[in-house]
């Protein structure tokens, strides 16, 4: 056996090339594999431990029952379940902040205000200054903050709490511990006096946040044992990871999709690697038999060798993958401008799952090449005499379009019912494409060689090559697949583009005043009628004014049994349907949904999405959560909400908001003007500044989705990329493997006046040839196959149709074809150094 084991050792590094083109194939997949595992825990620790740490990495929340005002009073509160020496009770409001102000860069800062006791404030994190005077209008603020906006002890910081701006004293400076872990140059925390934010709110006694870790062996124990033991409050999680997992799930799907494309590429490079192993090792499989080594001796070194690429592979992919980690983890860290970073937790099941999935992808993959060595003569292998077989059969075809049929007509059929089964139909239908295309390419070009025989030898060359060589359209199949992957991100990405710039552009409005305080609503005036009525006074109409309250809300659904998340939109329906033309809510079909809903005393119009999830239909009642109230509403209508808030919303009228969630106005304003925009936005800025409120064009908000939206695209075209990148590898392969095949008629070729340009023209001819073939193969097949994408994006969350982008088609042949070439120019030095007398001696 130790035999063995040297001879598979020096085989694998004989051919320094392959060696390096199967580990790079199988480390790149065990990469991605590892990266795509380990992404989700990477996402998870970077967002949402720096919110625990700046929540004190407290493990319990505890809100009142009773949500019919902002804040509530902790008396009665039994402890049970909770560490009491862990209590921490706050008010938590959010403020602003003008910077730079007057200028042309002017924006309005979110600052987040926690009101505390001195006895919860960190005494140990203070750096400068003490809590001696900390109290009336004074404020804690971090070393960060102090250094980046050039602040010092004694300094006044102008913040605007619930609409009305405050002058507040710097009396300390603390590390940036806790509170103010998370602060950046534009966002921050600020520490108040509890009693001086109490009295101002008119909420002395109250708080809105009190915090506290379990008592109890678990998390989960201490949140039961607290609601066992109270009525008039209750307790949750902190943060909830699955609930995290859940929101992040269509991502991860995505990334699966991405990462099969990237195996299979591998799977068929490993494959087309170990024909070519066999290919080149026939006279020592010869010698073998001949020294009375069986068979299955010689399949099991084949195997081993397998192994042993897997092996390989995976400790280099493992450590890619690793890297891959940090390196993502670097790039998504909140903090990374200020050299703070979270800690990767690289898990056992990353590397193990890296290893098993390198070694049964380098296995399986090998397992078809090796097998087929039971079907040589024995004779034939001991003197090298094996035949290639030029013939393209028709079982192929007729299988492959059978598939093909199959598949369109599942799609025709089922298609609304089809969901996460489309995937399943289209790697159907996709092999049933890997399987037709060489039949109908030796179909095609029958005609194509007649019409050029006579003209130019080297071009009738390729074209009969190509239409007869099994390994040659095998190339074919690696660029299908790739052109498929490539094609897919470009026209999801300018699907995407189309879709948000139709959103914007269909939204009736040019200004939108976002972040309008609702703290003091027991004032005579709220912020949203204090900015109508100034924008009354600039001459904008009260029809052109759309006042909309944004709120997160919940339900429980019916298919998971768990919360799922959504947005409420509290508005006026005439004025919205002008507003959100997207959404066609004038279409007749909604009319007597919208009629229903005018006439409901608690009324809510749902999105399609979100009626599958809970299985309601119009007419039903429905327990939706928001603003920590839950009320029973009656479901007047559903509508398409397409990609809108990706259909997760509701419409609520703003009197139900105030009536039934205690939301007493709204906190975003949009509006349309005949002045010119720009000067608009400028007139507002002292409005906006003295309530803290923050104004955007739409134009502005279409740019910022479009660049938004682009990063996800550009995220996932890096699956393509690799794609292309190992279709390339496994190319030079594929064409390595036919050179030696027909290494004796090029010499042949060679003897009777062809000279060594002429067969680099045959190279080069063939992958031009293999690039169109598949281009048109691809382009032909995406426009059904995109439906069927869109149908799986669809059951993932991204309701989207994605469209094939023709005018990407030029620019994505280009780039494949110049890939293709350069992968062939290894091969073309080989045919430089071809023997003519070595080759054909014994023919």
């Given at each position: 056996m130790k035999v063995f084991f040297k001879y598979v050792l020096r085989s694998m590094v004989e051919k320094k090339g392959r060696f390096f083109l199967l580990l790079v194939a199988i480390a790149l997949s065990t990469a991605l594999l590892v990266i795509s595992t380990g992404l989700i825990d990477i996402i998870l620790n970077s967002f949402v431990a720096p919110q625990l740490e700046a929540y004190e990495n407290k493990q319990i929340a505890i809100t009142s029952t009773d949500k019919s005002a902002n804040f509530f009073v902790d008396e009665g509160i039994n402890t049970s379940g909770l560490d009491q020496n862990s209590i921490l009770k706050e008010i938590y409001i959010n403020g602003m902040m003008a910077d730079k102000v007057d200028t042309q860069d002017e924006t309005m800062l979110n600052i987040s205000i926690r009101a505390r006791d001195a006895q919860y404030v960190n005494k140990d994190a203070i750096t400068q200054g003490n809590l001696d005077n900390f109290k009336d209008e004074t404020c804690i603020v971090s070393e960060r903050v102090a250094k980046n906006r050039n602040l010092k002890m004694g300094d006044t910081l102008d913040i605007i709490i619930g609409g009305i701006t405050k002058k507040l004293k710097i009396t300390a400076v603390s590390g940036n511990v806790g509170v103010f872990y998370n602060d950046s140059a534009n966002s921050f925390s600020v520490i108040l006096p509890y009693e001086y934010i109490s009295k101002d709110m008119d909420a002395q006694g109250k708080y809105n946040v009190i915090l506290a870790d379990s008592s109890e062996s678990t998390i989960q124990a201490g949140v039961d044992k607290f609601n066992d033991n109270n009525a008039s409050f209750s307790s949750d999680k902190l943060f909830d990871e699955e609930t995290v997992k859940a929101q992040l799930s269509s991502f991860t799907s995505l990334l699966y999709v991405m990462l099969v494309v990237v195996v299979v590429m591998s799977g068929i490079i490993i494959y087309s690697s170990f024909k070519l192993i066999i290919t080149e090792r026939l006279s020592t499989i010869g010698t073998f038999l001949s020294e009375g080594a069986t068979v299955g001796k010689v399949k099991g070194i084949l195997y081993l060798e397998s192994f042993a690429y897997g092996l390989f592979g995976a400790v280099f992919g493992n450590v890619l993958g690793v890297i891959g980690l940090f390196i993502v983890n670097r790039l998504i860290s909140p903090l990374k401008d200020y050299g703070i970073y979270g800690k990767v937790d690289i898990k056992p099941n990353y590397i193990i799952s890296g290893f098993v999935f390198a070694i049964i992808l380098s296995v399986i993959s090998a397992y078809l090449p090796v097998r087929k060595?039971?079907?040589?003569?024995?004779?034939?292998?001991?003197?090298?005499?094996?035949?290639?077989?030029?013939?393209?059969?028709?079982?192929?075809?007729?299988?492959?379009?059978?598939?093909?049929?199959?598949?369109?007509?599942?799609?025709?059929?089922?298609?609304?019912?089809?969901?996460?089964?489309?995937?399943?139909?289209?790697?159907?239908?996709?092999?049933?494409?890997?399987?037709?295309?060489?039949?109908?390419?030796?179909?095609?070009?029958?005609?194509?060689?007649?019409?050029?025989?006579?003209?130019?030898?080297?071009?009738?060359?390729?074209?009969?090559?190509?239409?007869?060589?099994?390994?040659?359209?095998?190339?074919?199949?690696?660029?299908?697949?790739?052109?498929?992957?490539?094609?897919?991100?470009?026209?999801?990405?300018?699907?995407?583009?189309?879709?948000?710039?139709?959103?914007?552009?269909?939204?009736?409005?040019?200004?939108?005043?976002?972040?309008?305080?609702?703290?003091?609503?027991?004032?005579?005036?709220?912020?949203?009628?204090?900015?109508?009525?100034?924008?009354?006074?600039?001459?904008?109409?009260?029809?052109?004014?759309?006042?909309?309250?944004?709120?997160?809300?919940?339900?429980?659904?019916?298919?998971?049994?768990?919360?799922?998340?959504?947005?409420?939109?509290?508005?006026?329906?005439?004025?919205?349907?002008?507003?959100?033309?997207?959404?066609?809510?004038?279409?007749?079909?909604?009319?007597?949904?919208?009629?229903?809903?005018?006439?409901?005393?608690?009324?809510?119009?749902?999105?399609?999405?979100?009626?599958?999830?809970?299985?309601?239909?119009?007419?039903?009642?429905?327990?939706?959560?928001?603003?920590?109230?839950?009320?029973?509403?009656?479901?007047?209508?559903?509508?398409?909400?397409m990609l809108f808030n990706n259909g997760y919303f509701v419409l609520i009228k703003n009197s139900t908001m105030k009536e039934q969630y205690g939301l007493m106005s709204a906190n975003t304003i949009t509006f349309n003007t005949d002045k010119n925009i720009d000067t608009v936005l400028h007139d507002l800025k002292p409005i906006l500044r003295s309530v803290g409120a923050s104004a955007q064009s739409r134009d502005e908000m279409c740019k910022e989705n479009l660049a938004n939206n682009q990063i996800m695209v550009d995220a996932m075209s890096i699956f393509s990329y690799l794609a292309i990148v190992i279709a390339s590898l496994g190319i030079v392969n594929n064409v390595s493997i036919s050179f030696l095949q027909r290494k004796s008629e090029f010499a042949i070729l060679s003897a009777v006046g062809m000279d060594n340009s002429g067969r680099l023209k045959i190279l080069f001819f063939e992958s031009i040839a293999s690039v169109t073939w598949a281009m048109l193969i691809t382009s032909v097949y995406c426009i059904f196959g995109l439906k069927l994408i869109s149908v799986v994006t669809k059951s993932i969350g991204f309701d989207m149709a994605i469209a094939l982008d023709y005018k990407s088609l030029p620019m994505i042949f280009v780039f494949s074809l110049v890939i293709v070439l350069i992968a062939t120019l290894p091969v073309c030095f080989k045919s430089r150094k071809l023997s003519i007398i070595q080759e054909i001696k014994y023919e």
């Open positions: 060595i039971s079907k040589l003569q024995v004779k034939d292998i001991i003197l090298n005499d094996v035949r290639i077989s030029k013939s393209i059969g028709w079982k192929k075809f007729i299988i492959g379009t059978t598939l093909i049929a199959l598949s369109i007509g599942a799609y025709l059929i089922w298609r609304d019912s089809l969901k996460g089964f489309a995937g399943v139909v289209l790697i159907v239908s996709l092999t049933g494409v890997i399987f037709a295309y060489p039949k109908l390419i030796d179909l095609l070009s029958k005609p194509i060689y007649r019409l050029l025989r006579g003209r130019s030898k080297n071009v009738i060359y390729a074209i009969n090559n190509l239409r007869t060589s099994k390994v040659l359209l095998g190339n074919i199949s690696l660029i299908i697949i790739s052109l498929v992957s490539i094609i897919t991100i470009v026209s999801l990405g300018s699907s995407m583009i189309k879709v948000v710039t139709e959103a914007y552009t269909d939204l009736g409005y040019d200004i939108q005043i976002n972040n309008i305080s609702t703290i003091r609503e027991s004032a005579d005036t709220s912020t949203a009628d204090y900015l109508v009525t100034k924008l009354k006074d600039a001459g904008i109409k009260e029809s052109q004014i759309n006042r909309m309250t944004y709120q997160y809300a919940s339900m429980s659904s019916a298919i998971s049994g768990k919360d799922i998340s959504f947005q409420a939109i509290g508005m006026d329906i005439d004025k919205y349907t002008q507003y959100n033309q997207y959404l066609h809510l004038e279409k007749s079909e909604y009319s007597n949904a919208i009629k229903e809903f005018k006439g409901a005393d608690a009324g809510v119009i749902i999105t399609t999405a979100l009626s599958k999830q809970i299985d309601k239909k119009a007419g039903d009642t429905v327990e939706i959560t928001c603003n920590d109230v839950k009320k029973t509403l009656t479901i007047s209508g559903v509508i398409d909400g």
